[in-house]
């Protein structure tokens, strides 16, 4: 059933990141260098599905592979780099560093409506490239994450009791009353299933969230606080846009300043759904 999510969550074929790159041209290159080579390169959108490169959905997390280089083509490594958003795009990692390979990514949370410049530079020299946001397709995407909702299965904590808490916000943090059945689960061993939505620059995932339903937005979960829960998970989880089955420590918290209720520790992967 959730193979229907990667209309949602598509990463484009070959054809597509062709053609992103000529898309990705350079717009300037305020200190150029003959010395070094910067190139910005399209991948994808994860969120509602935009395919057009250069295009994204308010929402969405935008990839750009970001390469650097000597003249003679080899890669340069440990090269921190600084990244900025002409629209005040919210940047994941606004100074990342090259790889062994001279590879390194940029991760852009799109929210702002229109066009957008992102620019990076480093080791002398400056690139841009530009992609434009645009409003979500889905009229009622709430309606749609709700049927898409993670199942309830045997032998895994359900998120109807994860959600059958008391909220509050008081002096600028979160309180929660829970019932006893999830209460005494705080420091236990336990199985727990959710859409992840990763925080980190990597392919394998040590801290990320779940959500009982698909993420719409990466600063709104729908069902609120107690519908998503922290991942710990130190040996790292490949993302996965399936539903994903996990065990580990489950950490309950009755007031938090983050807005997180539930944490998963030294989470292990189990399968997907």
Known sequence: MFHAMRHLFHAPGPAALAAAALLCLPLSAAAD???VNLKLDWQFAVGFGATEPG?????DLVYISVQLTDREGQPLANERLQVSSAAGNMLIEPEPITGADGMTEVMVIAEQLGDD?????????SQSTRFSVA???????????ASMAVPELEGVVSWGDLTD????YRDYALTARFPEKIRKLHGQQVRMAG????????????????SSQPPHCFFHFMGG???VAEIMAPE???FSYDPVILSGTLEIFESSEFGILYRLNDARLEGTL
Do not use: C, K, W
Request: glycine content about 8%; proline content about 9%; charged content about 20%.
């Open 33 to 35: 260098s003959p010395e």
């Open 55 to 59: 295009q994204a959905y308010q929402g």
């Open 117 to 125: 410049v992102i620019a990076v530079s480093g080791a002398g020299v």
């Open 135 to 145: 409003e979500p397709p889905i009229d009622d995407f709430a309606a749609y994450a």
């Open 165 to 168: 808490v008391q909220v509050e």
């Open 195 to 210: 859409f992840m939505t990763p925080l980190e620059n990597s392919e394998r995932q040590r801290h990320f969230v779940i």
């Open 225 to 227: 606080p107690a519908s």
């Open 236 to 238: 790292g989880i490949r």
